[in-house]
């Protein structure tokens, strides 16, 4: 005991941990409890010597019998935990559970502490006290001549560390840790020092500078935190006991670090907690309005309305087989993607509605449905085409504004190509996109051929913001609502198959051979569809078709020939020339006529543009054909025989095996009939100007000759 | 992800459309479980699915106590049987940079290359996945720490990024031995932590701009997504301890970045 404090108070914490491990297996916190009321003798005997002494009385043994009594009464159970501390018997009574904790008064108990005492190692009759009377006497035995002495040190140290104890609990808990110390050591160390009785006048009061210098020493309080390591620790300590972690020892500095960043507890900070958990919310209280939409009128002819014009699709049936295949964005996720449709077909006129896929962007991303307007019910479609045709040929009628006339260029822009009308071609069907289930849809506006063109030169990501500029080369007529929606048109012309036989042509109508646009453009469903055998299906490409037109390189899917119109209008004097320079006749582009199977698509160096499989080998009887496209990756289709479906999830960009090179631009034009107007000639050097000088000048002295003639002339005919 | 948590996993990155199909989810639950018993990993990870024209590769990494450690990988057709891919050297490595294109699904498929030997598919499989795995598996910042004695080990008190932190790159690191902590300035080596901060982080990748970070589901789920290797997808709840990556794609990578940021 009289060795130097620190190392023994760490071997002793150590020991003390062991022993608590050992002797309270299994307990809860009743065994630090139980120490505590120990732990606040050798603290309070520590005390003692300054304290000065009184002469024991039952009142101040009480705080540290209250101590004791919690002690007592968990320990009254649990005497039997003493029992490997030879000192200690197990007591069965139970006691009182502890509301002495703050109890100051326990009279009887200190009367058996007092009684105690005076016996060491022996069994101790009072039940309540026993276990922690021994522990007391433990520390005690340390100086066993001394115990008077300690009993009166430690009257006053329990007289002081009583009202602490109330005040802070915590105090306890180091308490504990020291009367374990001072248990652990005494259990050694008892044996020995029971024989010297001689030494325990000093050896007492030495050991107890000690350790209180130690105490005094972790109870610093740090300059920085304001925290102090004994209480650290205490609190360390009374965590791990609690918790009970597995390998506390490897994660032991986390928790001391967390226990640091408990002190730090958060006030609720309304503002700054809202500022995180906005968005969330946010999303939250819209997806709510999404589930609630239903409920709004509640009225059972709706419904009846409802189910009868079903303009929804059955997304949550189509989802499922799309995860049979491996495709999909999760049930919770495909639900409010559903609700989200019924919420646009029940706000705008919509006579079919399909959930067309996801396309990801790099802020945010997209969530597409196509839709079929209502016969008549089309919204008004803003004019764009001006807009463009403007652009184009702004160059050559800004510069005739000038003063001077400058050489008109020759350059007149090729035409621009018309978009189609709606509800044909490319135009077929309208796209709405939000980027959120729960968030408005907002319409995309139809695809002209200008940008399908250069949709297919360039290749950018989607930001996420529908007004985002798309920056590229060649530079793209539009902002990214444009841009996504012709990547949605090229899709859908490249990738919506169905099964052979699902579609058929409407009723021929006359065909002129002449004027042939692309062929059949109306096709509908097929009543005596009997479906195809899943395994075909899977086997041959030849049963799949495309069912959307094909998209010409023009940016149509009608043919538009721009020579026919060019000879309608007017023609202004340097077109003449130009028509010259264009071939009299544009070749008509032809693509594949729809419904063509895609046993005809064209391999992407070596590699089939289409991969088949089913969805399951397990068990194949129940499997669906699934169908990704290698074309466009992120393209699939499924049909069980019956039922198909299409959907895309992806980036929206076509595979390409070699990398994109952005196009060259074309060579510098000849915009200007090169004439002496606008050919630049050396500035004359100075003889050259003296000469033409003098050459005018010739010749104005000859032409007022003649003028004063005339003149003279006239003046007599005057007269 | 962790074979441990897969569906949840599976539901929190299906935000990028490709997952698993029922069945291949029910038997890899079991068969990881196996692996796990078997080669007596400390963790195994699904690590992806690479597609291929006629059948798709399932990959899986066993992890042992030391996460840093170099990973065994391990790959199957069925999500049922699984074999380790056999170790590459570098030669390997080089030759199958070269060959391009999508991979066929059968691992016993023989690239042919004019100036080359013929690779096999099943040791290409292996590279591009190692190449994949070093160039983009990443994880939060504080999911793993190091002790001094070397092995890195599962932070067991990682509880999840905070939102405002969830939001940056700098939280996130590249799963592998750090190849740039050198290259920091002493004054940016200060205030790291040497026990969390011991990998690269996200925020000097090059090219700048190759990861796409989003929230979904308002806030409640970080998305991470390579733009460089299109398909994979890293996600991460905040606060939560729920994190992981998977890889879905065809295996190649996306040179076209530059044009298209």
Known sequence: MEDSTSPKQEKENQEKLGEARRSWEGKTAASPQYSEPESSEPLEAKQGPETGRQSGSSRPWSPQSRARTPLGGPAGPETSSPAPLSRREPSSTPSPPAPARQDLAAPPQSHRTTSVIPEAGTPYPDPLEQSSDKRESVPLHTSQSERNTFQQSQQPKLHLCGPRDVSYNNAKQKELRFDVFQ?????????????????????????????????????????????????????????????????????????????KMAHFSKKFDALHNENEMLPTYEIAEKQ?????????????????????????????????????????????????????????????????????????????????????????????????????????????????????????????????????????????????????????????????????????????????????????????????????????ARISAGTHVSPLGFYQFGEEEGEEEEEVEGGQNSFEENPDFEGIQVIDLVESLSNWVH????????????????????????????????????????????????????????????????????????????????????????????????????????????????????????????????????????????EEEQAFRAAQEAVLLAAENEESEEDEDEEDDYD | MDADSLLLSLELASGSGQGLSPDRRASLLTSLMLVKRDYRYDRVLFWGRILGLVADYYIAQGLSEDQLAPRKTLYSLNCTEWSLLPPATEEMVAQSSVVKGRFMGDPSYEYEHTELQKVNEGEKVFEEEIVIDKAVAIIPRGALFKTPFGPTHVNRTFEGLSLSEAKKLSSYFHFREPVELKNKTLLEKADLDPSLDFMDSLEHDIPKGSWSIQMERGNALVVLRSLLWPGLTFYHAPRTKHYGYIYVGTGEKNMDLPFML
């Open chain 1, 547 to 686: 069912h959307v037109q094909h998209i010409l390189s023009q940016g149509r899917c009608n043919w538009f020939n721009s020579i026919q119109k060019n000879e309608e209008e007017e023609e202004e004097g340097e077109e003449e020339d130009e028509e010259k320079e264009e071939p009299d006749y544009i070749e008509q582009e032809v693509g594949p006529p729809l419904l063509t199977p895609i046993s005809e698509d064209l391999e992407i160096q070596n590699i089939p543009p289409w991969t088949t499989r089913l969805s399951s080998n397990l068990i194949p009887q129940y499997a669906i054909a699934v169908l990704q496209s290698n074309l466009w990756p992120g393209a699939y289709a499924f049909s069980n025989g019956k039922k198909f479906e299409n959907f895309y999830i992806g980036w929206g960009h076509k595979y390409s095996p070699d990398n994109y090179t952005p196009p060259v631009p074309p060579p510098v034009y000849q915009e200007y009939p090169s004439g002496p107007e606008i050919t630049e000639m050396d500035d004359p050097s100075v």
């Open chain 1, 288 to 488: 709510k309005a999404l589930f609630l939409q239903g409920h709004l009128e509640g009225v059972d002819q709706e419904l009846e309305d409802e189910i009868a014009e079903n303009a929804l699709p059955n997304v949550m049936e189509s989802a499922f087989y799309f995860e049979q295949a491996g495709v999909g964005l999760g049930t919770d996720e495909t639900y409010r993607i559903f609700l989200a449709l019924k919420q646009l077909t029940d706000t705008h006129p919509i006579q079919r509605c399909r959930f067309w896929g996801k396309i990801l962007g790099l802020e945010m991303n997209y969530i597409v449905a196509e839709v079929e307007f209502r016969e008549g019910e089309d919204e008004e479609e803003v004019e764009e085409e001006d807009v463009a045709e403007e652009r184009d040929n702004g160059e050559s009628e800004a510069d005739e504004d000038e003063e001077d006339e400058l050489p008109k260029s020759f350059y007149k822009a090729p035409q621009a190509i018309p978009k189609e009308e709606s509800r044909t071609g490319a135009n077929k069907y309208v796209y709405f996109v939000c980027n959120e289930p729960g968030r408005p849809w907002v319409k995309l506006p139809p695809v002209i051929p200008a940008q399908i063109v250069i949709a297919r030169k360039i290749k950018k990501f989607f930001t996420g913001r529908l007004d985002a500029p798309v920056i590229s080369y060649p530079p793209f007529p539009g902002n990214e609502s444009n841009y996504l929606r012709a990547q949605i």
């Open chain 1, 183 to 259: 248990e652990a050591d005494s259990n050694s160390d008892c044996d020995l020092q029971l024989p010297a009785p001689g030494d325990s006048e000093g050896a007492p009061s030495m050991l107890e500078t000690a350790i209180q210098n130690a105490k005094a020493y972790l109870l610093k309080t740090s300059s920085k935190s304001g925290f102090n390591l004994y209480d650290h620790l205490s609190n360390m300590l009374t965590k791990i006991l609690n918790e009970r972690p597995e390998n506390a020892v490897d994660i032991f500095e986390n928790i001391s670090q967390d226990v």
